[in-house]
């Protein structure tokens, strides 16, 4: 499949289908990373996973799985014609109060000077158990 198709007008970057990436579950969406959508960039919520492989990364370690998320987020939003510092808003996922400070000191250094609109939710559980922090973004392409 094309790392980009358009579906009801708008370009969806890197599509893919759940079956491939969570193949113990019994599903079969069909899901993109990024929507384009006029000069707005929406993101899939990123996890610590390696985009190409589907390989999770740093497991047990929050501060590692926030690196690669804003890895993913800088490399998506790159792939669209932006960048980190044209983000507007975030939501970030922790499954653990405990995370939240090291996951977000990752975040603010990463996007320093930015100012976005953040969002913090701490949330039983993500879609895969080794999963710690989880975050969405949305932003412009100047």
Same mark, same amino acid.
């Given at each position: 499949?094309?790392?980009? *198709?358009? +579906?009801?007008?708008?370009?969806?970057?890197?599509?893919?289908?759940?079956?491939?990436?969570? @193949?113990?579950?019994? #599903?079969?969406?069909?899901?993109?990373?990024?929507? *384009?959508?006029?000069?707005?960039?929406? #993101?899939?919520?990123?996890?610590?996973?390696?985009?190409?492989?589907?390989?999770?990364?740093?497991?047990?370690? @929050?501060?590692?799985?926030?690196?690669?998320?804003?890895?993913? *987020?800088?490399? #998506? #939003?790159?792939?669209?014609?932006?960048?980190?510092?044209?983000?507007?808003?975030?939501?970030?996922?922790?499954?653990?109060?405990?995370?939240?400070?090291?996951?977000?000191?990752?975040?603010?250094?990463?996007?320093?000077?930015?100012? @976005?609109?953040?969002?913090?939710?701490?949330?039983?559980?993500?879609?895969?158990?080794?999963?710690?922090?989880?975050?969405?973004?949305? +932003?412009? *392409? @100047?």
């Amino acid at each position: 499949m094309s790392d980009r *198709i358009t +579906a009801g007008g708008h370009v969806r970057v890197r599509p893919f289908n759940t079956a491939d990436t969570y @193949p113990e579950q019994k #599903l079969g969406n069909d899901l993109c990373q990024a929507v *384009i959508a006029g000069n707005t960039v929406y #993101l899939r919520g990123q996890v610590a996973q390696d985009l190409d492989s589907r390989e999770s990364v740093a497991t047990g370690d @929050p501060a590692g799985q926030a690196e690669k998320v804003m890895d993913n *987020i800088e490399l #998506l #939003l790159g792939e669209c014609g932006s960048e980190l510092g044209h983000i507007t808003t975030c939501h970030v996922y922790v499954t653990d109060i405990r995370y939240r400070e090291a996951v977000y000191q990752v975040l603010g250094r990463r996007m320093q000077g930015v100012f @976005p609109v953040f969002t913090g939710l701490v949330v039983p559980a993500l879609a895969r158990p080794e999963w710690v922090v989880e975050v969405t973004a949305t +932003a412009v *392409i @100047p």
